[in-house]
């Protein structure tokens, strides 16, 4: 009896497994199939060239400087929500932009957000500025600036311009919403068809899709 229990329990472990692979599979065809943003081609890095952008992190970073020897880097991930949107870019970007001027030691550090506005329109918002030491790493009690949306509405449009003036426009938001969007989507590719892997390592589970 003890036998006949053991070998219902395999059993039963093999038809949840096998239900997981189904509904695996059936994931990963969907995604294929779909390949919502592989299609899309919008948005240019304009003067930025593209500096870190591994398959196994979620950000990107690009990087440009000018002839002054200004330098601008901008690193961006997609945020956590989703969002119902007319467009086709369904999360929004968390993007940092760091400006170092020459013979300074400090660094200008805007946090922003992006977001498509419409179909394949895309705009930042500014949530906050602050200066940042180059060699330093800032403690929790450090004063970082006022609330940036406290500032008197002419001064947040003219730090908006400064970013604009240093490329940050609509063409690089689009290029960074759409190959944050495409990496995501085949990062979570990978994922599912390495669990298809794991899951069909089972001797027994693959007979029995086979059968």
Known sequence: MPRATQILRKSRKVVEDLNLLKVLQSEISHELSSNSFQDENIGSLGDFVLDWNSSRSQDVVLRRKSESGEEVAV????????????????RKLLMKVCVKRPGLSSILQFDCGVSEKGVRRSDFKIRSAYFLQSTTVPGSSI???????????????????????????EDLTNFLLLTLH???????????????????????LFSAAAG
């Not at 991930?77 to 989703?82: A, D």
């Open 182 to 204: 495409k990496k995501e989507q085949g990062q979570y590719l990978d994922w599912l068809q390495k669990l298809e892997s794991f899951v069909m390592k089972d001797e027994r």
């Open 75 to 90: 690193s961006a991930l997609l945020s956590q929500k989703t969002y119902d949107t007319e467009g086709i870019f369904p």
């Open 143 to 169: 004063y970082r600036g006022p609330l940036f949306s406290s500032l008197e509405p002419q001064l947040q449009d003219a730090l908006k311009e400064f970013l604009v003036a240093r490329g940050i426009r």
